[in-house]
Nanobody
Framework: QVQLVESGGGLVQPGRSLRLSCAASGRILNLNTMGWYRQVPGKERELVASITSGGSTNYADSVKGRFTISRDNAERTIYLHMNTLKPEDTAVYYC???????????????????WGKGTPVTVSS
């Protein structure tokens, strides 16, 4: 099976920085667009940033200029560098991937929005 495993979340003071990582593993045929979403209780999950396999990026207006998404295709890993963090950045951050993988029966399956389990980020003094 395919796994997306996030790491790097935690408690950080306002104005500080944090880096999230998401590593994909398993019988992956190809990884297309990957991204980070976040969600707070009672609200819908929202896109934070995304990056294509070619390196094109897209950001939510609320994080432009503060967050940077990057990607290491060889390691099947994406990163989210978060600078100048604000209390409103507090959320559970989820890794997302559009990908194709081999099933247990060696059948290629393509899926949009394959999710990790999330990593919590708390910005508080």
């Amino acid at each position: 099976q395919v796994q997306l495993v996030e790491s790097g979340g935690g408690l950080v003071q306002p104005g500080r920085s944090l880096r999230l990582s998401c590593a994909a593993s398993g019988r992956i045929l190809n990884l297309n667009t990957m991204g980070w979403y976040r969600q707070v209780p009672g609200k819908e999950r929202e896109l934070v940033a995304s990056i294509t396999s070619g390196g094109s990026t897209n950001y939510a207006d609320s994080v432009k200029g503060r967050f940077t998404i990057s990607r290491d295709n060889a390691e099947r890993t994406i990163y989210l560098h978060m600078n100048t963090l604000k209390p409103e950045d507090t959320a559970v951050y989820y890794c997302d991937a559009d990908l194709c993988y081999y099933s247990d029966h060696d059948t290629p399956i393509c899926q949009r929005h394959y999710w990790g389990k999330g990593t919590p980020v708390t910005v508080s003094s």
